[in-house]
């Protein structure tokens, strides 16, 4: 096997398996800030707050990620490189 070939597997494996676990782990954060803030913990203040938090560090991981994985993916296809 060629160098490129490992290359292309590795971003390959990263594409179709690492890259979608956290999306899952950043849409679950999101997610777990809703049911605190919204169903779990109406009368608790502080527990709402905690709630916020994580809704709002999940969204900005959810933006990081997209971006980032746009930009990987402009720069994959702008080198010509294909992942297998």
């Known amino acids: ?3 490129s070939e490992y290359v292309n597997g590795f971003i390959g494996l990263l594409n179709t ?10 849409f679950a954060a999101f997610v777990w800030g809703i049911a605190n803030y919204f169903f779990f ?7 709402r707050e ?3 938090i ?6 900005i991981a959810l933006v990081v990620l997209f971006s980032v994985w746009g930009f990987v993916n402009l720069l994959l296809s702008t080198l010509g490189i294909t992942p297998s």
Request: hydrophobic share 60%; no cysteine.
């Open 1 to 3: 096997m060629r160098f």
């Open 17 to 26: 398996v690492v890259v979608p676990v956290i999306f899952a782990l950043a």
């Open 41 to 47: 913990h109406m009368g608790d203040e502080k527990k």
């Open 50 to 52: 905690e709630g916020r």
């Open 54 to 59: 994580f809704i709002l560090w999940g969204l």
